[in-house]
C-alpha cells in the first residue's frame, strides 16, 4: 500500500499537535483531564450530530464538527450548574474551582476529537 506524501504530512502534523497537548497535560497533570460524563457527552452528542447532518460532507468530518458543538454545549450545562449552587459551589471555593474545570473539559474534548477528525478525513 502506497501512503501519499500528503498524507504523511497529514499524520506527521497529528504527531505534532498530540505531543503539544500531552506534554501540557502531563506537565500540569494528567489527571485533572480525565472526566467520563464530558466526555461521554462530548462523544455521543458527536455521533448524533454526524448522523443527523447530512450534507455531502464527510461523517468524519460531521462528527468533528459536532464534537465543537457539544464541547460547548457541555460548558454551557456546566455553567448553569455551577450558577444554580445546589451543589454550594459559591459558598464553598474550594468546590468551586474543580466545578470550573470539569466545565470546561467539554471544550478540550470537543477539539481534541475535531482535531482527531482533522487527521482520519481523507478526501
Known amino acids: 500500500m502506497h501512503v501519499r506524501e500528503a498524507d504523511m504530512i497529514r499524520y506527521a502534523g497529528l504527531i505534532l499537535c498530540l505531543i503539544v497537548l500531552i506534554g501540557a ?4 497533570g494528567a489527571d485533572i483531564f480525565i472526566d ?3 466526555f461521554m457527552l462530548v ?19 460531521r462528527f468533528g464538527d459536532g464534537a465543537v458543538y457539544f ?15 445546589k451543589q454550594g459551589y459559591f459558598t464553598d471555593p474550594e468546590l468551586l474551582g474543580p466545578a470550573l474545570a470539569v466545565a470546561l473539559l467539554s471544550i478540550f474534548y470537543g477539539y481534541s476529537l475535531r482535531l482527531l477528525s482533522y487527521a482520519l478525513d481523507v478526501r
Open 36 to 38: 467520563a460524563l464530558s
Open 43 to 61: 462523544a455521543i452528542g458527536a455521533i448524533g450530530y454526524a448522523l443527523l447532518r447530512q450534507d455531502g460532507t464527510s461523517i468524519i468530518a
Open 71 to 85: 464541547g460547548w454545549l457541555g460548558t454551557v450545562i456546566g455553567l448553569i450548574a455551577i450558577a444554580a449552587n
Open 25 to 28: 497535560m502531563n506537565i500540569i
